[in-house]
Structures are given as structure tokens and as C-alpha cells.
């Protein structure tokens, strides 16, 4: 079995949640069990020890890829940098608001998370519209770094986002992508 195809195998597919329709997929199990969850993690890990993709910061996502993002950081030997919903950090910070389909939401990053000149791994578990990661993309680029790739679990491309954030230049890499919502 290749390795997309065994991650995919953990993942939970929860009918109507959080609403009618929504095919809600759910990585906690990929998390659960040690051997899944280190053969998420390497597959991360081997294709960004490669120097041309090597970060010098990681940047993770609230809340699922502080999981991820904080892992490859620590097997990579560089440093991890969290991207929190608004009101969780305490050091000054910049701001980012995005559209969600209802409403908005704001993301912060301290001000001293990375320099001018960093190269940043964005990670997150789902890339869905791609709104959450298009906004770390602009915090980090607003303190001057350059965002090298954005990476999840999952994709969800009909629901846009990752043509969106391609269309704006960011690459991507997921391991698994499902059709629907």
C-alpha cells in the first residue's frame, strides 16, 4: 500500500458534522496509533530535510497544525512559530482577518515569531476554501518572510482552496485529497 493511500485508510469520514451535508474528515485517528502517526510525521520530515526545501521556521496553523507543524519543526531542528485565533497571544502581535462562509476570523502572530528573509513551511491539517492558511501566508510575509511552501493532510479541492492559494503563489503539499465537502 503507498503511503497516501495507508494515511487515508486512518482518516474519519463524520457524516453531518458540524452540519447537514458536510463530510467532516477526521485525522485524530492518523494521531492515535505510533506507527500512523510516525509515518505521517517522516513522510513531512523526508521531503523537507531535502536542503532546497529545508525551512529555517515552522509555522503552524490553530489548532491541528500546531500538532503537525510543531513535530516536523522539532525532527527538522528548527524552530516552531504558532499562528492562534485572535485574543491567544500575549506578546504584541499582527493581525490577519479572512471571510469564512459565515462571517470572519482573525489569526495573530507575534511580532517577533520570524525575520525579514526567513523561509517559512506553513502547515495545517486541511486545506479547505484556504482561507486560514492564505491569512498565515500574509502574516508571516508582513514581517518580511517568504512563505516556501504551504503543507496538509488533506485537501478538499472542490471546495477551492487549493487553487486559490496556488493562483496566489503559494505551493502546496498534501497527502491525501478527498472529493466533496
Not at 521531503?47 to 500538532?67: E, N, Q, T
Not at 484556504?130 to 518572510?145: D, S, V
Amino acid at each position: 500500500m503507498d503511503t497516501a493511500a495507508y494515511l487515508r485508510s486512518h482518516i474519519r469520514t463524520v457524516p453531518d458534522w458540524p452540519a447537514p451535508g458536510v463530510q467532516f474528515r477526521d485525522i485524530t485517528p492518523l494521531l492515535q496509533d505510533p506507527k500512523v502517526f510516525r509515518v505521517l510525521i517522516d513522510t513531512f520530515v523526508h521531503r523537507y530535510m531535502d536542503r532546497d526545501k529545508r525551512p529555517d521556521v515552522v509555522a503552524g496553523l490553530d489548532a491541528r497544525g500546531f500538532i503537525i507543524g510543531s513535530v516536523v519543526a522539532y525532527e527538522l531542528g528548527v524552530g516552531f512559530v504558532p499562528i492562534r485565533k485572535k485574543g491567544k497571544l500575549p506578546f504584541t502581535t499582527v493581525e490577519e482577518t479572512y471571510e469564512l462562509e459565515y462571517g470572519s476570523a482573525t489569526v495573530e502572530l507575534h511580532t517577533d515569531a520570524v525575520k525579514p528573509g526567513d523561509r517559512v513551511l506553513l502547515i495545517d491539517d486541511l486545506i479547505a476554501t484556504g482561507g486560514t492558511m492564505m491569512a498565515g501566508k500574509k502574516l508571516l510575509e508582513k514581517l518580511g518572510a517568504t512563505v516556501t511552501e504551504g503543507a496538509a493532510i488533506v485537501a478538499l479541492p472542490e471546495l477551492g482552496g487549493v487553487q486559490r492559494l496556488q493562483a496566489a503563489g503559494l505551493p502546496l503539499f498534501t497527502l491525501v485529497s478527498f472529493d466533496g465537502h
